[in-house]
């Protein structure tokens, strides 16, 4: 099956500094991969659509600013979470499907750990 | 808006049972329906993924049925074992929409 990866699997930050936070389809291109951000005994919730080679969509109350996104290529996506403070700890996850399969079976990376100090 | 709601919220069960995890939805116009797996710490791992045309699919012990009218999903996992302990969600996939609606998950717990 289709592969996403996650870099890094952990990260802890001081207050104020800035986090960048990787997402690769290994095997196939993605267009458009997804952030998600999950709290402790939540479900995911949705933080924007990534375009390859145009502006994020972000989701109600996600600032932009904040969470700024990049899809450089058709098989990488970057979160970086700027002036970072402890509320922004969380375990941050990709996702994306690949395309022409008819499906839109989504698949997941294996999440990143963010804990800010 | 789509909302998606699974029951039970916790299970914990000895080891050998059957189990059946529900998932509902209130728009039924969905695409498709997918389940997932999550261990603590961890990413989600795709366990089944039913079209919106389908009834159901099965995987090994598990098979998940699919009741569009009613806005009803289950997966059932036959003789349960330890090793199926995880999180359990599912998503939707509504009409003209590729972003899923996710529950809040099954937390379950198979003891030897």
């Known amino acids: 099956g289709a592969v996403v990866s996650q870099h890094p699997s952990r990260v802890i930050c001081k207050s104020g500094t800035s986090v960048k936070i990787e997402c690769r389809s290994l095997?196939?291109?993605?267009?458009?991969m997804f952030w998600y951000r999950q709290f402790p005994k939540k479900s995911l919730m949705l933080m924007a659509t990534?375009?390859?080679?145009?502006?994020?969509?972000?989701e109600q109350g996600v600032e932009k600013d904040k969470f700024l996104i990049n899809h450089a290529s058709l098989t990488l996506s970057t979160l970086t979470v700027t002036s970072a403070h402890p509320e922004d700890s969380s375990f941050y996850i990709c996702?994306?499907?690949?395309?022409?399969?008819?499906?839109?079976?989504?698949?997941f990376g294996p999440g990143t750990r963010l804990t800010v100090t | 808006k789509q909302e998606v709601t699974q029951i039970p919220a916790a299970l914990s069960v000895p080891e050998g049972e059957n189990l059946v995890l529900n998932c509902s939805f209130t728009?039924?116009?969905?695409?498709?329906l997918q389940w997932f797996r999550q261990d603590p710490g961890k990413g989600l791992t795709s366990l089944l993924l039913?079209?919106?045309?389908?009834r159901e699919q099965t995987s090994g012990r598990l098979n998940a049925s699919l009741d569009k009218s009613s806005g009803r999903s289950t997966l059932y996992i036959a003789a349960s074992q330890p090793g199926d302990s995880a999180t359990y969600l599912c998503?939707?996939?509504?009409?003209?929409?590729?972003?899923?609606?996710f529950g809040r998950g099954t937390s379950l717990i198979v003891h030897p």
């Open positions: 996702s994306a499907s690949p395309p022409g399969v008819g499906t839109y079976e989504q698949y």
């Open positions: 095997d196939f291109q993605a267009t458009t």
């Open positions: 990534s375009n390859e080679g145009s502006k994020a969509t972000y």
């Open positions: 728009d039924s116009a969905i695409y498709n």
């Open positions: 039913i079209q919106s045309s389908q």
């Open positions: 998503a939707v996939k509504s009409g003209g929409s590729y972003i899923p609606t």
